[in-house]
């Protein structure tokens, strides 16, 4: 909204012109998110205390975690909040991808706050039923999915693009539907597991979010993607926008929910953020990069997998615990230790992501 009013106040006062550029408008965008997170935060904790969102911790999980019984739970609902803000005061509006992105992000929420507040009212670990979460989910990735094809006016907007390769471009055609929602499901899945310590999953999706707004704003600039040799996508530069309001969404809700954390965000939360970073990761076209630098969550995910597998083959459990962090808790690690050293091998998968941009 104040892009579109510094465009019209432009027309009177040159100054305001300077708002056309993508990234003083991602800078702000960041620093908007974060000061609304960091001001809504403790109104927020006070709120879901008072109305006893309170998490429900599994009996079956590690002892340590029983102690955190109680502390207030829900708390995505900030984060989500702080990104559609943010993003709106600063985001051409009248651009097609962000208003995907963000529908994206919101249904995904709406289906984790659902999801929170059954777990709420029952007393338990469960919310809604697999299966009503697995059908929610996959009607609005389909739609979305189906919304980016028809919008797709070149190849270039649906094609799968090789990391690392000089111009290795898979044309897909109509299977680009099935692999954004595989993505958009995958991310949305990944965070939700690895979201069981104290800022475990919510440092590395800001630190995704941001990789993943170089991305859009070099796709989106002729001259860069060029030079880059990266399809050139118009429009995908308002992107970065929506990425750095998640950047700074994040790191605003990672000073309530940092060890021993005062918030947990919750599926409405985490189902958000992995549709965020899912959608974005398709939109920008760069789905295998994306792969790469959620490293972390995909661990997360084939460990629950693979646990759920033996179990039910061999009888046996390859983990202590899944998901992952978990197991390494139970084998003596402390919580702390655990995160920041999900995060340090985050931090380097970004890097490694990020190196597309010129090994190719």
């Known amino acids: 909204m104040l892009y579109h009013f510094s465009q019209w106040i432009a027309e009177y006062n040159n100054d305001f012109s300077v708002f056309q550029y993508i990234t003083?408008?991602?800078?702000?965008?960041?620093?908007?998110?974060?000061?609304?997170?960091?001001v809504l935060g403790p109104w927020t904790i006070a709120k879901l205390v008072n109305l006893r969102f309170k998490q429900a911790i599994?009996?079956?999980?590690?002892?340590?975690?029983?102690?955190?019984?109680?502390?207030?739970?829900?708390?995505?609902?900030?984060?989500?909040?702080?990104?559609?803000?943010?993003?709106?005061?600063?985001?051409?509006?009248?651009?097609?991808?962000?208003?995907?992105?963000?529908?994206?992000?919101?249904?995904?929420?709406?289906?984790?706050?659902?999801?929170?507040?059954?777990?709420?009212?029952?007393?338990n670990s469960k919310g809604i039923s697999v299966m009503q979460k697995y059908f929610?989910?996959?009607?609005?990735?389909?739609?979305?999915?189906?919304?980016?094809?028809?919008?797709?006016?070149?190849?270039?907007?649906?094609?799968?693009?090789?990391?690392?390769?000089?111009?290795?471009?898979?044309?897909?055609?109509?299977?680009?539907?099935?692999?954004?929602?595989?993505?958009?499901?995958?991310?949305?899945?990944?965070?939700?597991?690895?979201?069981?310590?104290?800022?475990?999953?919510?440092?590395?999706?800001?630190?995704?979010?941001?990789?993943l707004?170089?991305?859009?704003?070099?796709?989106?600039?002729f001259h860069f993607a060029e030079y880059l040799r990266l399809p050139f996508i118009a429009g995908n530069g308002e992107i970065a926008?929506?990425?750095?309001s998640i950047v700074g969404a994040g790191l605003g809700f990672l000073w309530f929910n940092a060890y021993p954390a005062q918030l947990f965000m919750g599926d409405v939360g985490a189902l958000g953020l992995g549709g965020a970073l899912g959608i974005v990761a398709i939109i920008v076209r760069q789905e295998l990069v994306f792969f790469i630098m959620a490293g972390i969550f995909v661990i997360e995910t084939l460990s629950v997998m693979l646990q759920v597998g033996s179990y039910k083959l061999r009888g046996k459990r390859l983990f202590l615990m899944a998901p992952i962090h978990h197991h390494f808790e139970l084998k003596g690690w402390a919580e702390p230790k655990i995160?920041?050293?999900?995060?340090?091998?985050?931090?380097?998968?970004v890097l490694v992501g990020l190196a597309s941009l010129k090994i190719r």
């Open 213 to 221: 707004a170089i991305f859009a704003y070099v796709s989106g600039h």
């Open 339 to 349: 995160i920041v050293r999900f995060w340090i091998i985050t931090l380097i998968l």
């Open 24 to 38: 003083l408008r991602a800078i702000l965008a960041t620093i908007s998110a974060l000061i609304i997170s960091w």
């Open 241 to 244: 926008i929506f990425c750095c």
């Open 58 to 123: 599994r009996e079956d999980g590690p002892q340590a975690h029983l102690k955190k019984t109680g502390t207030p739970t829900m708390g995505g609902v900030l984060i989500i909040s702080a990104i559609a803000i943010s993003s709106l005061l600063w985001a051409d509006l009248s651009n097609p991808y962000y208003w995907v992105a963000l529908g994206v992000t919101i249904g995904f929420s709406l289906v984790g706050f659902v999801d929170d507040f059954l777990k709420i009212k029952h007393n």
């Open 136 to 211: 929610s989910l996959s009607l609005i990735a389909i739609i979305a999915a189906t919304l980016l094809y028809s919008m797709a006016d070149g190849a270039e907007k649906t094609d799968l693009l090789i990391p690392y390769g000089k111009d290795l471009i898979i044309p897909i055609g109509i299977l680009f539907i099935p692999l954004a929602y595989f993505v958009m499901l995958g991310a949305s899945n990944g965070v939700n597991l690895t979201d069981g310590l104290d800022g475990l999953a919510i440092l590395p999706t800001a630190m995704i979010a941001s990789a």
